[in-house]
Nanobody, 122 residues
Framework: VQLQASGGGLVQPGGSLRLSCTIS????????IGWFRQAPGKERKGVSC????????YYEDSVKGRFTISRDSAKNTVYLQMNSLKPEDTAVYYC????????????????WGQGTQVTVSS
């Protein structure tokens, strides 16, 4: 299983970025796929997730209304559209897969992608 993440970068406060995570070598039908982030000196925490079976979505409270997760099943790719970015969104973002459904705790992650740096600064 490989999860290839991309799309990070440097953006000014209020700006937007879109992260992508492409999955390959994956055979499970029921799973959650989404994004965690880890800021310097802090724990890695769940940000957003989408359920494979029904498309239900989940968001951490601080990103609700600003971030949108979506998927393109034909491309095996999940996207995280991040708008109205704030300096506190600065972190390394990791895509991740959890079994059966969205489990927004790193203890349940089966597969991690490599991180992509998001920096929000003027």
């Amino acid at each position: 299983v490989q999860l290839q993440a991309s799309g990070g970068g440097l953006v000014q406060p209020g700006g937007s970025l879109r992260l992508s995570c492409t999955i390959s070598g994956f055979t499970l039908t029921y799973y959650g796929i989404g994004w965690f982030r880890q800021a310097p000196g802090k724990e890695r925490k769940g940000v957003s997730c989408i359920v494979s079976s029904d498309g239900d979505t989940y968001y951490e409270d601080s990103v609700k209304g600003r971030f949108t997760i979506s998927r393109d099943s034909a491309k095996n790719t999940v996207y995280l559209q991040m708008n109205s970015l704030k300096p506190e969104d600065t972190a390394v973002y990791y895509c991740a897969v959890t079994p059966l459904t969205c489990l927004m705790d790193r203890a349940y992650v089966d597969h991690w992608g490599q991180g992509t740096q998001v920096t929000v600064s003027s």
